[in-house]
């Protein structure tokens, strides 16, 4: 038997004393990462209309 929720409370506290590693990164790094995501992504949708056209 299926169980359905009806509410979710999420419940977040966010802290801006504790400085992250990614506040340092220069431009080039941003920017290798993002083409780093980006190339995952298009490889993702090419995976995924592959899989969809072999159906």
């Known amino acids: 038997m299926p169980i359905e929720i009806r509410e979710l ?3 977040v506290s966010v802290d801006q ?3 992250s590693s990614n506040a340092s ?3 080039r790094e941003l920017a290798a990462l993002k083409s780093k995501i980006i190339k995952e ?3 993702a949708v090419k995976l ?3 899989n969809i056209s072999q159906r």
């Open 25 to 27: 990164m220069d431009n």
């Open 41 to 43: 992504c298009v490889e």
């Open 17 to 19: 004393h504790n400085k």
């Open 9 to 11: 409370i999420i419940k």
């Open 48 to 50: 995924r209309m592959k």
